[in-house]
């Protein structure tokens, strides 16, 4: 299974497509992917293993091999383990309800519940535009925004590796003038991929660099043009004002652009990540999420209420710090992985 897939929700027009609005079909999948032995699953499964021994571990606890009546108890007991994992109260009602409503006075198997609590959670996470927004024209834009260390700058590695991987030019911008580490680091992932990266000087405007880099996309008719920018706060007014100075210099170099605000978001965060989901999405634009780091993080769940609050779709999730451990957002696999296996 490609590493990076055209979900079926993504076919039926341009604008919800994959990486590559041209064609229905699935991205090819990277050599690399392959050589790495892993499909999308057990690449989201292994990403998982922390949350998967919390949920999966805390479930199969409420059996005995014999089976369980479910019952009120049962149910309390169920809802207790679900929210350990910050899913949060609403969604974790909503798989008790589920439980409840098929089950209530009967002796059931652990695969059972297990099967429906899948099926629940496939159905809340379901998403209409998962894919990566592609201009007509190109450069598509990406801007990337989120808290101080969310994985910024890694997961634009990440993505630029897949992209590159299979064909597409970009140009990298590093957006995060703040800190000489910060464009070190950007440049550091251009020099592996390959591609192309515009930096200023340090303290540079931001906004210039941003400016540049799109000029430079066009320029050299790269595909993509994805840019960096520093951590802040959404409640740091001053610096949220700057990331819509960049919106605004993008817009000016080429209009209707950024095509793509992704939000970084740290799954480790767990419910911190929904307020700060909240803060930017409405101050910065956001298209859609990025969660990083779910591998070290047992509060995988958090994708539910992050899915169940906002409009914004989960896009990627990052898997690790290597330049392949990110992958498409998939309802069903994630799903899948979360208890299955
Ligand atoms: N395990 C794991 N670590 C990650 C992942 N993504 C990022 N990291 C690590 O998290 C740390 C912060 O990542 P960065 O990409 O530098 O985060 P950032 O948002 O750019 O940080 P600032 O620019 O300082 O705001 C680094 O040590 C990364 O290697 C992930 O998916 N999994
Ligand atoms: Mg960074």
Not at 106 to 133: A, C, F, K, N
Not at 178 to 191: K, N, P
Not at 306 to 316: A, H, S, T
């Amino acid at each position: 299974m490609a590493f990076w897939r055209s979900k079926k929700t993504n076919e039926s027009g341009p604008e919800n497509e994959g990486l590559d609005p041209a064609t229905s079909e699935p991205a090819a999948e990277p050599a690399t992917d392959k050589a790495a032995g892993g499909g999308i699953f057990s690449k989201i499964t292994g990403g998982l293993q922390k949350t998967r021994r919390v949920l999966g571990t805390d479930i199969r606890d409420l059996f005995k091999s014999e089976g369980r009546l479910v019952d009120e108890d049962f149910l309390g007991e169920l809802f207790a383990r679900l929210i350990r994992t910050d899913m949060g109260t609403g969604p974790a009602n909503k798989i008790r309800e589920e439980v409840g409503r098929q089950y209530r006075g009967r002796v059931v198997h652990l695969d059972e519940v297990i099967q429906t609590i899948t099926e629940e959670i496939r159905s809340q996470l379901r998403q209409d535009h998962g894919g990566l927004t592609k201009s007509d024209s190109p450069p598509t834009v990406i801007l990337v925004v989120g808290v101080n260390g969310s994985g910024k700058t890694t997961s634009i590695g990440k993505l630029s590796h897949h992209l590159h991987a299979n064909g597409h030019s970009l140009v990298l911008g590093a957006g995060d003038t703040f800190r000489a580490a910060a464009v070190e680091q950007l440049t550091i992932w251009a020099g592996r991929i390959g591609c192309e990266i515009v930096t200023g000087k340090s303290g540079a405007d931001p906004a210039s660099v941003a400016y540049q880099t799109v000029d430079k996309a066009i320029e050299v008719g790269a595909d993509y043009a994805i840019i960096d920018t520093a951590g802040r706060l959404q409640t740091q007014s001053n610096l949220m004002q700057e990331l819509e100075k960049i919106r605004k210099v993008i817009d000016k170099r080429l209009p209707g652009s950024p095509h793509e605000v992704l939000l970084v978001l740290d799954a480790t965060a767990g419910q911190n990540a929904i307020s700060q989901a909240k803060g930017f999405s409405a101050a910065a634009g956001c298209t859609g999420i990025v969660l990083a780091k779910l591998d070290g993080s047992a509060k995988g769940g958090v994708v539910l209420p992050i899915r169940e609050q906002f409009q914004l779709p989960v896009k990627f999730v990052g898997l690790g710090e290597g330049m392949q451990d990110m992958a498409a957002f998939d309802p069903d696999s994630f799903a899948d992985a979360l208890l299955k296996g």
